[in-house]
């Protein structure tokens, strides 16, 4: 566990009630270490993700639970870059998995939509693009400053997240696929997008693929979200398709996500940020965090407690047992507590 910055701090304590819960349901043994990486460490003593860490994950845990990181008093949020980031590239979990599910219409800001209208997963590519840190300033503070960004393609990293995109469709019978990106403006990284796309569509015939920009896919996830059954994009433009997916599901705290490296130590952590201007107040929606320790459960082979988790969400929303994001009364902690209590009282089968 690694609660992090703000929210973070809130909604992890409150998944973990529930995670508690379901685990002790299912007979099982769930074994915690918490970590307290994040700003207030990092301010104290410069710490951000320890050299042994990486090494530390893959021999001594199976997961990964995350907050959020991020905290105003940090220049640039250096530390997230350095833990956030760090784990994502140096576990090498390119996944990005963020399901965008509406369980209940009344969630939805979207007119008209129900339930069998969002229902879609954004594949983000998790381990280069634009986030690899490739550049550099030149003159940097002075009135010809040049700012230079990377956006770092490799065929294998388009190719693998492209063809777990298409082997999830393919697992879950799922019809269409769809490819985002900005090839018309990005000529060589996106191109090579374009490229392996063409090519990793023709081992699965039975899938229906399609190719939207991503300026239109944004366009289309708010005129008509139930085109989409998988969306497959690059690092940043899986960021920004995930908040506004999550939004139009309910709202970004109800929404979960996990990075992923099939068969190895992976990380699980909600689609939302730190939420400062929220934070400590006993208010923040920790749903999006105890979805995540479903995710988590599912990767972990726990499917009956993942399910037991889920449950107990759709029954929350159902009887208005929900935080004021969703327009309910209820605090973090209460919302927790009250999940915990609904899993606990689902005996697993
Ligand atoms: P944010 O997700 O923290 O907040 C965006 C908006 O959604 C805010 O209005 C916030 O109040 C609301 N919100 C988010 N989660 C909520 C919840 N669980 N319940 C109710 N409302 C919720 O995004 P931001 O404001 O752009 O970023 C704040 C900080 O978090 C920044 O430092 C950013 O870098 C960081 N961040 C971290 C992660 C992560 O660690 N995975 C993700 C996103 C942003
Ligand atoms: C997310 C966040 C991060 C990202 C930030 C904190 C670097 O927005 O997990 O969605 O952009 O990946
Ligand atoms: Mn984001």
Redesign the pocket.
Known sequence: MIP?????KE?IPAAVRVLKSAAAAGGRQAELTEFDWGADRYLRDGTTLPPDAVEMFHRDFDAIL???????RVPS?VH?ADI?LGLRFKLDLYVNARPCVLFDKRFTPLKDRTEKDINFMVFRENTEGLYVGMGGNFKKGTADEIAVQEDLNTRKGVERIIRYAFEYAKARKLKRVCMSDKSNALTFGHDLWQRVFKQVRLEFPEIESSHQYIDNLLMQMVRDPSQFDVIVTSNLFGDIAS?LGGQIAG???LSPSANIHPGQVSLF??????????AGKN????M??VLTVAMMFEYLGWKREANAIETAVREALREGKT???LGGALGTREVGDWLANAVAKTAVK
Do not use: K
């Open positions: 992090g910055d703000g929210i973070g909604v995350l907050g959020a990181m991020g905290d105003p949020n997230a956030l908040d709202g970004l705290g952590e909600p689609v939302h940020g730190s939420a400062p201007t929220i208010i923040a929606n920790p999006g965090a935080p004021a994001e």
